[in-house]
């Protein structure tokens, strides 16, 4: 998903760059995420084998891997979200002209 | 308002488990110290840190920093100047930077550490502690080494503050547009005439003396980005055996009324009122740009590292109203009876979305800043290399991403906080004012979103994004694993 949003920014900015600049804000969100949930997995994995082998405190552990399921759960999937208003392009956030938007 | 408690347990997970500290000194650079020297040195600045600095969180919101307009002088709220004082006085300032000119030669992992227990405790007088890490860096890379000599000890210790003087009325987003001028003199100094606004701590009482870094235009610079330099110019100038000597031309006019970080002076400063205040060219004319960019990445990791600290700050005031609070009887508490409101389902989902933003957010800034240690300091050439551009490419992630959630989680605990929330008297409104610059200064995060659309995905033709995307798609096996 984050691919390929990636790639639908990179080649329609370079034809308008209107579309990279219009879509530059909610691609930052979704890649934020994304990177976010992978230091939120790997945090679980790291957790995870804590509890397995016995290590470390099970408590605390616990909690890093309830903390982190519940990120890739419940937060990251806000990241498709985002997909659409990016490889939406410029045309809707820049249609309604200036006279409308003024009161 | 709860005691500021520094999150050692979360700290040292990431220490422990995400980041390599037993790696990071193997570097022949950080030899000289082990992960638990480390680790020591970061329970010693807590303790520091809770005691003397947090407790003048709110003092430092009431009073903020104030200017007399008959001196041109700022006095910061009660109780700074001896907490400044005791932070130099343990040389905490010093822990990251080049043991050479007085520092500890500690990883900026370290001093990334120390920063986030400074400016959860207090974000505007952390303002003082860090900003100068910027103009450290600048002089540090591109001043001549008298420059250095002259300069550095007393900035890295902190006896000396130092700031950077880039906005001007006219030119914010777009540094280009700037016009403060300096003149050759022919001695080898310039004169300098212009107004800056927007300028950290660019007047105070914490230090006897304040080395700005300034940018300015000489005579015949070509227009924009390309015709900017950069200058030292010293509140007092410097004689030869490094005292203090003349006042140069250089005064704060006035300070900001601002929405939040109210201790942290805001100043306007006018250069050159009299007969042009006295600079010292950094490098090469016309070059100063590009010297900003060697600094940028630090200075916007602190940002978002602010982001980071402001959210832990007001998470812990939330944490400890939610079981403080007593309101509505949860499912399953006995009949009669009002329940913390932490034993309400959507109380406690608003706790766990900061406690998970707040864990993500500390384990991107840590791993970047691991990265940049790597990129100044790993043996291997490529991987130095590699890790550079990680570091590029993750900035707009640390600095944009960190500081909207530094909104958010701020925001989400005046929620906690319910109608105690809206008033003042609570201190949780000063969390939500202080975080509210972070998303706007340091380059805005529009600014963010466009640098990691139009200059971060492009390099190395898309090859770093696409290596770092592959990075992550590799857990996804492990994961099932599990």
Same mark, same amino acid.
């Given at each position: 998903?984050?691919? +390929?949003?990636?790639?639908?920014?990179?080649?329609?900015?370079?034809?308008?760059?209107?579309?990279?600049?219009?879509?530059?804000?909610?691609?930052?969100?979704?890649?934020?995420?994304?990177?976010?949930?992978?230091?939120?997995?790997?945090?679980?994995?790291?957790?995870?084998?804590?509890? +397995?082998?016995?290590?470390?405190?099970?408590?605390?552990?616990?909690?890093?891997?309830?903390?982190?399921?519940?990120?890739?759960?419940?937060?990251?999937?806000?990241?498709?979200?985002?997909?659409?208003?990016?490889?939406?392009?410029?045309?809707?956030?820049?249609?309604?002209?200036?006279?409308?938007?003024?009161? | 308002?709860?005691?500021?408690?520094?999150?050692?347990?979360?700290?040292?997970?990431?220490?422990?488990?995400?980041?390599?500290?037993?790696?990071?000194?193997?570097?022949? @650079?950080?030899?000289?110290?082990?992960?638990?020297?480390?680790?020591?040195?970061?329970?010693?600045?807590?303790?520091?840190?809770?005691?003397?600095?947090?407790?003048?969180?709110?003092?430092?919101?009431?009073?903020?920093?104030?200017?007399?307009? #008959?001196?041109?002088?700022?006095?910061?709220?009660?109780?700074?100047?001896?907490?400044?004082?005791?932070?130099?006085?343990?040389?905490?300032?010093?822990?990251?930077?080049?043991?050479?000119?007085?520092?500890?030669?500690?990883?900026?992992?370290?001093?990334?550490?120390?920063?986030?227990?400074?400016?959860?405790?207090?974000?505007?007088?952390?303002?003082?502690?860090?900003?100068?890490?910027?103009?450290?860096?600048?002089?540090?890379?591109?001043?001549?080494?008298?420059?250095?000599?002259?300069?550095?000890?007393?900035?890295?210790?902190?006896?000396?503050?130092?700031?950077?003087?880039?906005?001007?009325?006219?030119?914010?987003?777009?540094?280009?547009?700037?016009?403060?001028?300096?003149?050759?003199?022919?001695?080898?100094?310039?004169?300098?005439?212009?107004?800056?606004?927007?300028?950290?701590?660019?007047?105070?009482?914490?230090?006897? !003396?304040?080395?700005?870094?300034?940018?300015?235009?000489?005579?015949?610079?070509?227009?924009?980005?390309?015709?900017?330099?950069?200058?030292?110019?010293?509140?007092?100038?410097?004689?030869?055996?490094? /005292?203090?000597?003349?006042?140069?031309?250089?005064?704060?006019?006035?300070?900001?009324?601002?929405?939040?970080?109210?201790?942290?002076?805001?100043?306007?400063?006018?250069?050159?009122?009299?007969?042009?205040?006295?600079?010292?060219?950094?490098?090469?004319?016309?070059? $100063?740009?590009?010297?900003?960019?060697?600094?940028?990445?630090?200075?916007?990791?602190?940002?978002?590292?602010? $982001?980071?600290?402001?959210?832990?700050?007001?998470?812990?005031?939330?944490?400890?109203?939610?079981?403080?609070?007593?309101?509505?009887?949860?499912?399953?508490?006995?009949?009669?009876?009002? /329940?913390?409101?932490?034993?309400?389902?959507?109380?406690?989902?608003?706790?766990?979305?900061?406690?998970?933003?707040?864990? #993500?957010?500390?384990?991107?800034?840590?791993?970047?800043?691991?990265?940049?240690?790597?990129?100044?300091?790993?043996?291997?050439?490529?991987?130095?290399?590699?890790?550079?551009?990680?570091?590029?490419?993750?900035?707009?992630?640390?600095?944009?991403?960190?500081?909207?959630?530094?909104?958010?989680?701020?925001?989400?605990?005046?929620?906690?906080?319910?109608?105690?929330?809206?008033?003042?008297?609570?201190?949780?409104?000063?969390?939500?004012?202080?975080?509210?610059?972070?998303?706007?200064?340091?380059?805005?995060?529009?600014?963010?979103?466009?640098?990691?659309?139009?200059?971060?995905?492009?390099?190395?033709?898309?090859?770093?994004?696409?290596?770092?995307?592959? !990075?992550?798609?590799?857990?996804?096996? @492990?994961?099932?694993?599990?």
């Amino acid at each position: 998903m984050l691919a +390929d949003t990636t790639s639908w920014i990179m080649h329609h900015g370079i034809e308008d760059p209107r579309n990279a600049l219009a879509g530059a804000t909610p691609y930052l969100r979704m890649f934020s995420l994304v990177t976010a949930g992978w230091v939120m997995a790997r945090q679980a994995l790291v957790a995870k084998h804590a509890l +397995d082998e016995g290590t470390g405190d099970a408590e605390a552990m616990h909690a890093k891997l309830t903390t982190a399921r519940f990120f890739c759960e419940q937060i990251l999937p806000q990241a498709q979200g985002f997909g659409p208003a990016v490889t939406a392009g410029y045309a809707d956030v820049m249609g309604v002209p200036v006279s409308q938007l003024a009161v | 308002m709860a005691e500021y408690r520094p999150p050692l347990r979360d700290v040292f997970f990431v220490l422990d488990n995400l980041v390599d500290l037993d790696e990071l000194c193997q570097f022949e @650079a950080f030899k000289h110290t082990d992960p638990d020297t480390l680790k020591a040195v970061i329970e010693e600045n807590a303790r520091f840190v809770a005691e003397v600095i947090a407790p003048l969180n709110r003092v430092g919101d009431l009073e903020g920093s104030v200017h007399d307009p #008959a001196t041109n002088t700022v006095r910061t709220p009660e109780g700074f100047k001896a907490a400044y004082d005791q932070y130099v006085g343990a040389g905490w300032g010093g822990v990251p930077f080049d043991a050479a000119y007085g520092g500890g030669g500690f990883p900026w992992l370290e001093g990334i550490v120390m920063q986030e227990f400074l400016c959860s405790a207090n974000m505007s007088f952390s303002m003082a502690a860090t900003l100068i890490q910027g103009a450290i860096d600048l002089l540090h890379s591109h001043g001549s080494e008298e420059q250095k000599e002259t300069y550095l000890p007393k900035m890295v210790s902190g006896e000396w503050g130092g700031t950077m003087n880039l906005t001007e009325p006219e030119a914010g987003s777009d540094v280009g547009a700037l016009r403060t001028k300096a003149v050759p003199q022919g001695d080898g100094s310039y004169r300098i005439t212009g107004t800056k606004i927007f300028i950290t701590f660019g007047e105070h009482d914490l230090t006897e !003396q304040i080395i700005h870094l300034v940018l300015a235009r000489t005579p015949d610079a070509p227009p924009g980005t390309k015709g900017i330099s950069c200058f030292i110019v010293p509140k007092y100038l410097v004689n030869d055996d490094g /005292s203090l000597g003349e006042r140069n031309d250089v005064q704060c006019v006035s300070v900001e009324h601002k929405m939040g970080v109210k201790a942290s002076p805001t100043c306007v400063m006018s250069f050159g009122e009299q007969d042009g205040a006295v600079g010292y060219l950094i490098g090469e004319e016309n070059q $100063g740009m590009r010297y900003m960019f060697t600094m940028m990445n630090n200075a916007r990791l602190s940002v978002g590292l602010q $982001g980071l600290a402001i959210a832990e700050r007001a998470y812990q005031d939330a944490v400890a109203y939610a079981q403080e609070r007593q309101q509505g009887r949860a499912p399953g508490a006995p009949a009669g009876t009002s /329940s913390p409101i932490i034993e309400h389902p959507d109380v406690r989902r608003m706790l766990m979305t900061q406690k998970a933003l707040i864990e #993500a957010m500390r384990g991107i800034i840590y791993l970047t800043a691991e990265a940049s240690d790597h990129a100044a300091h790993h043996p291997d050439p490529d991987i130095r290399a590699y890790k550079q551009a990680l570091v590029d490419l993750l900035i707009p992630v640390c600095k944009g991403w960190c500081t909207d959630m530094g909104v958010e989680v701020t925001s989400l605990a005046v929620q906690v906080y319910g109608g105690m929330g809206f008033i003042e008297e609570s201190g949780v409104p000063q969390h939500y004012r202080d975080a509210r610059i972070a998303p706007i200064y340091e380059g805005t995060n529009g600014i963010q979103a466009m640098d990691l659309v139009g200059r971060k995905l492009p390099i190395d033709g898309g090859g770093v994004v696409r290596e770092f995307l592959s !990075q992550i798609a590799m857990l996804d096996p @492990a994961l099932l694993r599990r």
